[in-house]
């Protein structure tokens, strides 16, 4: 259902256009604040669907921006309060021959809807894809939140040798029974059974052991009368357990299983959230080319492809809920929804971990005390609907360690950015340290940490706050050696695997935008950051020379560094050789200047060139000005 609809915009001009769909994917990104945030229209006419008696048609919204009405045929069939997880609605009643859908979009401010208030855009629009579901008379459940119908919950047992799965299923009809049926990648069968809930054993059991093989079964599941099959569904699913502890970290399959990776926002550049499964493609393949195994997919439900392709690539995720910045009392129901649609949807995703209940709510919040009961509301709903999980959240920095919001979930993680929005990366340390000190007991991670780098901004003396690709890769060095040494951490995500768009932002040279990605926003460039995660991280050998894109000179002698995952690099200076050296990810040379000086760095077959200029002055397609406490002040003259 996802072409030929006309849009009524903000302006009142009426355009043809195709879902997935946003009226923000421009003014969203551009700065100033000053997005579109109103109500629009979206039509639609469609013929009757073919189906007979005693067939159901239910209408299927994968995300819409951020409160909704449907109307089909004049009548008003759901309204749905959050923009980011699947919603449906049986409409068989309201059909006709001929059928005229509007779909009012809003995402106006208001006080019951989250999010509101927080550092990204919120693009509004239908801009996932539109579906028509036509079945049985006789069906598997489409009614409950948005969910599949079938859950399983698989473990390993027996010194996990075996596979004990358990296979639930809800259908709209006490009729007929309900058969299913396990099988491997191949498609063979390896277990089956009879009933709403059984539960089978599947011999010799291939674990999901996260990026090292991430193996799926599917599980099947019909629901058959008088010998026909009515209705069939079917979920892919992975063996695994996980367990986390204060003083060890994260385990997975009983196996310690350090948890270090990249959170993410969907949004791209002219498109806003509006992308489509190549998008997604693309943003996984990044991030496994740099050697993640975690992702924190931020700040609410993503799309169940993005999911789909975690468990295929052994991501372990923390997905969570868009209970953000500021805790609205009239908000409470909508956390509540937001979070059943997020665990039933996604229940049968191996590679989530733990269910996300909040992020910085103590930014703005006033009432207290209703926080921190909606708080415990909501951690007790996520035991309740999935206990097989844990439960998480991100504390803004400053939320003490002794805020007691920080000790409702089972465990914490903190969103800290010391060395960039205050002074001192050693500070990074006497945190964790303290924490631990003081709650031996209680496991730590970092959900958000990084600083804004921008590839056309370089320094050959990086400073805190001058936005500088050198300052950025800085930063990322000195964490990384941080986590290293404090392998107790249950969690570390990078904030943020790619650049994104918070029209809110005026700062950093280029209005609307964050840049502590990794990668730049239109997927493009990739920061000598990214290759300092990946020397840490991957085992695809490479060489990267850094600050390839800083060629204009002034210093007689510059500071060239590499980095690496081999353990020998050689670097090479208008072709004649400079020097060996040994070590593991960060290689230094010093090379001297000439009018052209051509750098080669090598490790075995693997190799990096650049380019640097001897020049008498800076180069004016940038002016970078002593950043100090306030940030960069900078001008772009290109």
């Known amino acids: 259902m996802n072409e030929n609809w006309l849009f009524t915009g903000p302006g009142g001009k009426t355009v043809p256009v195709s879902i997935p769909h946003t009226w923000n994917n421009l003014d969203g990104q551009d700065g100033g604040d000053d997005y579109k945030r109103c109500l629009c229209k979206y039509e639609k006419t469609f013929p009757m ?5 005693p067939d159901r048609v239910y209408l299927q919204f994968d995300g819409v ?17 959050g923009g980011y997880s699947r919603f449906r609605k049986d409409v068989t009643e309201y059909l006709t021959d001929r059928n005229q859908l509007t779909v009012v979009v809003s995402n106006r401010p208001n006080d019951r809807v989250y ?35 079938i859950r399983v919950t698989a473990k390993p047992v027996e010194g996990y040798c075996l596979g004990e799965v358990t296979v639930e299923t809800w259908r709209n009809t006490g009729l007929g029974e309900v058969r299913v049926r396990l099988l491997d990648a191949q498609g063979a069968l390896v277990a089956q059974g009879v009933g709403e809930r059984c539960t089978l054993t599947i011999d010799k059991v291939r674990l999901w052991n996260g990026i090292m093989d991430p193996y799926l079964y ?30 060890t970290g994260f385990y997975l399959n009983g196996k310690s299983y350090p948890l270090r990776g990249v959170s993410r926002h969907q949004d791209r550049k002219g498109l806003g959230n509006a992308i489509s499964k190549a998008e997604h493609d693309e943003d996984m393949a990044i991030i496994c080319e740099m050697g993640a195994n975690t992702i924190r997919l931020a700040h609410y439900q993503h799309d169940q492809y993005f999911y789909d392709l975690c468990d295929e690539k052994g991501m372990v995720v923390w997905a969570e809920i868009p209970y953000i910045s500021e805790h609205m009392p009239k908000g409470r129901e909508n956390t509540i929804s937001q979070m059943k649609e997020l665990i039933t949807q996604c229940y049968n995703h191996p590679s989530i971990v733990c269910w996300g209940v909040s992020n910085e709510i103590t930014i703005s919040t006033k009432d207290n005390k209703d926080m921190l009961d909606n708080h415990r509301v909501l951690n007790d709903l996520c035991h309740k609907m999935d206990p097989t999980r844990f439960t998480t959240l991100a504390c803004y920095a400053m939320c003490g360690p002794f805020n007691p919001v920080a000790h409702i979930t089972d465990v914490v993680s903190w969103n800290l950015y010391l060395g960039w929005y205050v002074p001192g990366l050693f500070l990074n340390d006497l945190w964790m340290d ?44 000195y964490m990384l050696e941080c986590f290293e040494r404090h392998p107790w951490m249950w969690a570390t995500h990078v904030w943020n695997m790619f650049d994104f768009a918070a029209d809110a932002r005026d700062q950093g040279g280029e209005p609307g935008m964050n840049h502590k990605g990794l990668v730049t926003f239109d997927r493009k460039t990739r920061k000598d950051s990214f290759y300092l995660y990946k020397a840490w991280w991957s085992d695809e050998p490479f060489v990267h020379l850094c600050s390839k894109r800083f060629v204009d000179r002034t210093e007689e002698k510059i500071e060239v560094k590499v980095y690496s995952n081999q353990n020998e690099v050689t670097l090479f200076v208008n072709g004649d050789k400079l020097e060996t050296k040994h070590g593991e990810h960060i290689f230094t040379f010093t090379v001297p200047m000439s009018a052209e000086t051509k750098v080669r760095a090598a490790a075995g077959e693997c190799a990096d060139e650049a380019v640097f200029r001897k020049v008498s002055k800076p180069n004016p397609a940038y002016v970078l000005k002593d950043a100090g406490d306030k940030g960069a002040n900078w001008t772009n003259k290109e």
């Open 115 to 149: 999010p509101q208030k927080a550092d990204f855009t919120f693009y509004g629009g239908i801009y996932r894809d539109v579906e028509l579901l036509i079945v049985d008379g006789l069906h598997f459940d489409l009614d409950h939140h948005g969910g599949p119908g």
């Open 49 to 53: 669907p073919e189906h007979g008696e």
């Open 218 to 247: 599917t599980a099947v599941a019909e629901l058959v009368e008088n010998g026909e099959v009515q209705d069939r569904v079917s979920t892919r699913f992975g063996v695994r357990d996980f367990h986390y502890h204060a003083k």
């Open 434 to 477: 303290f924490f631990h000190t003081v709650y031996p007991d209680r496991c730590l991670g970092y959900s958000e940490y990084g600083c804004e780098g921008m590839p056309n901004l370089h320094s050959s003396h990086p400073k805190r706050g001058d936005h500088s690709e050198e300052y950025q890769a800085k930063y990322h060095e």
């Open 65 to 81: 921006n951020s409160e909704c009405e449907v109307v089909l045929n004049g009548q008003t069939v759901c309204r749905h309060e």
